[in-house]
């Protein structure tokens, strides 16, 4: 059994995740709590790490099954085939989404340097700064084939 990624539709992610689950499918969907700030009140919502993604985890000869659960938009292809997760990178998602984080301040960064992740969600994670600003860093984590937003 191999860890594929799979692409939903917008904000359909958990209910992805909660209808594969029904099916028999074993899913996952790193959720992070966060304040959510509107004009009359302040709550705690919980949001996708990476938008509009889910993982499952299946044999081969099941991997259509995804696409009977609405919201399945496709899977996530790297080199032409489905793109196939490390174990031990969905572990290491688990693991830190567990934990209670701090936020990741970095200062005289530039393009082009090399980072290793020191806290929250990707703890450990080595990635490439693209950008840089005065609030934001954006991260390439090739092992994840992601673009890693991180704000002070």
Request: a positive charge.
């Given at each position: 059994?191999?860890?594929?990624?799979?692409?939903?539709?917008?904000?359909?992610?958990?209910?992805?995740?909660?209808?594969?689950?029904t099916i028999g499918i074993e899913?996952?969907?790193?959720?992070?709590?966060?304040?959510?700030?509107?004009?009359?009140?302040?709550?705690?919502?919980?949001?996708?790490?990476?938008?509009?993604?889910?993982?499952?985890?299946?044999?081969?000869?099941?991997?259509?099954?995804?696409?009977?659960?609405?919201?399945?938009?496709?899977?996530?292809?790297?080199?032409?085939?489905?793109?196939?997760?490390?174990?031990?990178?969905?572990?290491?998602?688990?693991?830190?989404?567990?934990?209670?984080?701090?936020?990741?301040?970095?200062?005289?960064?530039?393009?082009?340097?090399?980072?290793?992740?020191?806290?929250?969600?990707?703890?450990?994670?080595?990635?490439?700064?693209?950008?840089?600003?005065?609030?934001?860093?954006?991260?390439?984590?090739?092992?994840?084939?992601?673009?890693?937003?991180?704000?002070?």
């Amino acid at each position: 059994m191999n860890w594929y990624a799979i692409y939903t539709k917008p904000r359909s992610e958990k209910k992805v995740a909660d209808k594969l689950e029904t099916i028999g499918i074993e899913a996952y969907c790193p959720m992070v709590t966060s304040m959510k700030q509107w004009s009359d009140r302040t709550k705690k919502v919980s949001i996708p790490v990476l938008p509009s993604y889910v993982f499952v985890k299946l044999t081969e000869p099941r991997r259509n099954e995804v696409f009977d659960v609405s919201g399945v938009v496709r899977y996530v292809f790297w080199l032409g085939k489905p793109a196939i997760i490390r174990e031990a990178e969905i572990d290491l998602l688990k693991e830190h989404l567990s934990q209670d984080y701090s936020s990741v301040i970095q200062t005289a960064l530039q393009r082009g340097d090399k980072l290793i992740v020191p806290s929250g969600f990707f703890k450990g994670q080595e990635g490439v700064i693209k950008n840089t600003t005065n609030s934001k860093i954006q991260l390439v984590l090739e092992s994840l084939g992601i673009l890693l937003t991180l704000e002070k």
